[in-house]
């Protein structure tokens, strides 16, 4: 077994990121994390900035011009680093925490980040991410309440994806 899963961490895929809107109101963007091997589940709120770089690097479609994500990757390669696992491992009130595992010539080290910061990375690098099973639990939690809030949460799991795409894509992705 290995040693973050014996930690109490559980392996996850970004299964998708998704918008919700309620009439008159902005857009909320969520990421939605799925356990590997498991049924566990991480909805987390996150910025439209955020969402849309993740949703088009999912999608393998370049937005252009560097996004915040992108240069970090770049100065993190430029360094000769990289990162090489992720882990949401907190929670802080009303926020989810990560760490980032970025190892270089100088050894590795660990690096706090926002969730959505920390994904983006994943995503450029191909590295693992990883959720604490105490996270897994608060998310749990927050998805069981009759708010408004835990409704959104649950409706987040259930919704399609956001897409990003190629302009003159076709709307199944292909181009």
């Known amino acids: 077994m290995d040693t973050v899963a014996a930690m109490g961490f559980a392996d996850m895929w970004i299964a998708k990121v998704v918008g919700l809107r309620d009439e008159g109101d ?6 939605v994390l799925e356990e590997l091997d498991g049924d566990g589940a991480l909805p987390m709120l996150i910025g439209q900035t955020e969402a849309m770089t993740l949703s088009a690097s999912l999608g393998e479609v370049s937005l252009g011009r560097p996004q915040t994500a992108t240069l970090a990757a770049a100065l993190v390669r430029a360094l000769r680093g990289q990162v090489d696992e992720v882990r949401i491992d907190r929670v802080d009130g009303p926020v989810y925490l990560a760490t980032l595992e970025v190892s ?3 050894g590795a080290e660990l690096v706090d980040a926002r969730p959505s910061d920390a994904l983006n990375l994943a995503v450029l690098f191909g590295c ?3 959720v604490s099973r105490l996270v897994l639990a608060e998310a749990a939690a927050r998805r ?10 649950r ?14 894509a076709s709307p199944g992705g292909a181009d």
């Open 26 to 31: 902005q857009a909320d963007f969520y990421v």
């Open 144 to 153: 069981s309440g009759a708010d408004q809030n835990a409704e959104r949460l």
């Open 104 to 106: 270089g010539p100088a």
């Open 128 to 130: 693992p991410v990883r």
């Open 155 to 168: 409706r987040a799991l259930e919704l399609a994806p956001v897409r990003v795409q190629k302009a003159g």
